[in-house]
């Protein structure tokens, strides 16, 4: 009797700095680049729980216990480790791949996207930076293995962004004329006129771990106010914003969409955070929960609206 087999699960696909690394689950074979070049995961660690940095403050000699303070999440360390295997009849082509693994990562002024993807869930992403040297191994003639360690600053792992938007509300118009001669009841009936809209979109975050948006208002608004209606939080722009302008707003510590954080920039580049107040804190989304965003403005205009970018966290 034959041992039963594993089904056919599908690739966990690694994307980091251009390059794509594979893993077949429950093992096997990979796809191969155009050149023929497999890339293959061994080895990814650090991806999955969470570090806690715990404070605590000492107590006085004799007695028993610590004073324990707020606890935060560390930096996320990741481990990875691959081996690149040529094709057969091209053995030389590995002292090129090693230097073209050398070079990953290599500028160290900005932070570079880790993706993976899976069968079963939607892509994850971390922000990450080289942590240790890459260490390459030969194991063949055609192989070599390298291994490398990277650290997020951002230790929350985020799903693709998303964005919704919502313009002003826009007032009713038409409706009911009591003047004289009065209400015509006859054929078609009465017009009660067009309703307005809201001026609110709703932004959920499935994860696992708070999120903050990145907002884009956009011009012409001779003032901004951005409301999150469960909570209250209400953020302000005390300037104009002129028509083909928006003002790009990152809500979150760490960098994202190439913002600082906690940045207000016109066009995504002129630095505007004087204007901006927040007296009861930034906008987030909390975990597993949504919020309800409303724009308000001192005068309407159908061409301002607000741009909500998000992406949901997980621990």
């Not at 091209?90 to 002292?95: A, K, L, S, T, V």
């Not at 003032?223 to 722009?237: H, N, P």
Request: charged share 20%.
């Amino acid at each position: 009797m034959s041992a039963p087999t594993l089904p056919e699960l599908g690739i966990v696909t690694i994307t980091i700095n251009g390059f794509t690394l594979y893993h077949r689950i429950p093992g096997g074979p990979a796809p191969a680049d155009a050149d023929g070049v497999e890339w293959v995961t061994e080895k990814l660690t650090g991806w999955g729980g969470a570090g806690v940095r715990a404070a605590r403050a000492a107590r006085p000699l004799g007695r028993h216990g610590s004073f324990r303070g707020q606890s935060s999440r560390t930096e996320r360390v990741i481990g990875l480790t691959f081996a690149v295997s040529t094709p057969y009849d091209r053995p030389e082509m590995g002292p090129a791949l090693d230097r073209r693994v050398a070079a990953m990562c290599a500028d160290t002024s900005t932070l570079h996207t880790l993706t993976v993807s899976d069968p079963w869930s939607v892509p994850l992403s971390a922000d990450v930076e080289l942590d240790d040297e890459i260490l390459p191994e030969w194991v063949s003639r055609w192989t070599m293995r390298h291994s490398a360690q990277f650290a997020a600053p951002d230790p929350r792992l985020h799903g693709p962004w998303i964005t919704f938007e919502t313009p002003l509300p826009e007032p009713p118009t038409g409706g009911l004329d009591f003047t004289s001669p009065g209400l015509n009841f006859t054929a078609p009936g009465l017009n009660f006129g067009t309703p307005g809209s809201p001026g609110t979109v709703v932004v959920p975050n499935p994860g696992t771990a708070d999120t903050s948006p990145v907002l884009e208002l956009v011009g012409p608004l001779p003032d901004a106010q951005v409301i999150c209606l469960e909570t209250g939080v209400r953020a302000s722009f005390t300037q104009p914003i002129e028509a083909g302008h928006s003002m790009w707003i990152n809500c979150d510590e760490f960098a994202a969409l190439g913002l600082s954080g906690l940045s207000v920039l016109l066009d995504a580049q002129s630095d505007r955070r004087r204007w901006w107040t927040v007296p009861r804190g930034w906008p987030l989304i909390p975990a597993g929960g949504s919020v309800t965003f409303a724009l308000r403005s001192s005068a309407y205009n159908p061409d301002a609206k607000l741009r909500v970018r998000t992406r949901s966290a997980w621990w």
